[in-house]
């Protein structure tokens, strides 16, 4: 796990999350990530796929995706009505990770549509062709979602969160992030290490004033821009601030953070 393979996706595991993903991938368990946004879910996902040589399909959930998003519909081409696969069932017939990246952001038929997946059975039922599909042993259901920003129009119901063995991520270690920045960003760790820092005070007004601390992507876009001649204080507002918040006064006591961080 020290040596960086090109080919893979950089992550650097903070526990045993990447011996879960292989036993649960190993045994045909589907997969449920929690954590805020920014903390390395979607990485760590292309990490383990990459690393295990599997096909990742990856949807990006919002608002408007339904079930026959998912798993397909007939369309018009060339004069005639053909079935087009959606990404679940292309990975379902192919093999693969499917990842649903914020499952409660999609409407509620699409958990409807995963359950038959997500129990012994693993199957997917398309009523429109009138198929039943069986998933094949590397084929793997993952869902991930934010539970800071859940309520009661946007939860997983308990029936649906205890079909899945579950993985809680939280931003790393300061050592461990600093470290992820300065690979990310190829800012040196000594310049990096105050970054975090400030990130972790900032992070100290999530609930007060901020819907969400500052993520450890933001870090690595910061320290992108510092890198590449940017002042530190430019980088931090663009990266840090703005993104953060749209409050002035907000903005203002971030503003002081930052000064208090780097003068």
């Known amino acids: 796990m020290n040596a960086i393979n090109a080919d893979i996706p950089f992550y650097l595991p903070v526990g045993g999350e990447c011996e879960l993903f292989e036993h649960a991938h190993k ?3 589907p997969l449920m990530l929690k954590g805020p946004t920014g903390c390395g879910k979607t990485r760590f996902v292309a990490h383990m796929a990459a690393r295990l040589g599997l096909d990742l399909h990856t949807v990006s959930c919002h608002d408007d995706l339904t079930a026959a998003d998912l798993t397909g519909r007939y369309l018009l081409k060339g004069g ?3 079935w087009v696969d959606g990404p679940l069932t292309h990975a379902v017939r ?7 990246d914020e499952v409660v952001e999609a409407r509620k038929d699409v958990t ?5 997946l997500t129990d012994d059975r693993r199957i997917l039922p398309l009523e429109r062709t009138g198929e039943t599909l069986e998933a094949p042993d590397d084929f793997m259901l993952i869902v991930s979602y934010n539970p800071g920003y859940q309520n009661i129009l946007k939860s997983l119901k308990p029936s649906t969160r205890q079909r899945f063995v579950g993985l809680s991520f939280n931003y790393p270690a300061p050592d461990i992030e600093v470290r992820i920045v300065a690979q990310e ?6 310049h990096c290490a105050p970054l975090v820092n400030m990130a972790t ?3 100290a007004m999530k609930d007060q004033d901020l819907e969400e601390g500052a993520s450890t992507r933001l870090l690595v876009y910061c320290a992108t821009l510092i890198r590449s001649g940017m002042s530190t ?3 931090a507002r663009a990266a840090l601030i703005e993104p953060l918040s749209d409050d002035d006064d907000v903005k203002a006591g971030l503003e002081e953070v930052v000064l208090a961080t780097f003068g």
């Open 201 to 203: 005070r900032i992070r």
């Open 80 to 82: 005639e009505t053909l």
């Open 27 to 29: 045994n045909n368990l």
């Open 112 to 116: 409807v549509v995963l359950h038959p």
């Open 233 to 235: 204080l430019d980088a």
């Open 94 to 100: 192919t093999g693969g990770v499917c990842y649903l």
């Open 185 to 190: 960003s190829g800012l040196d760790a000594e």
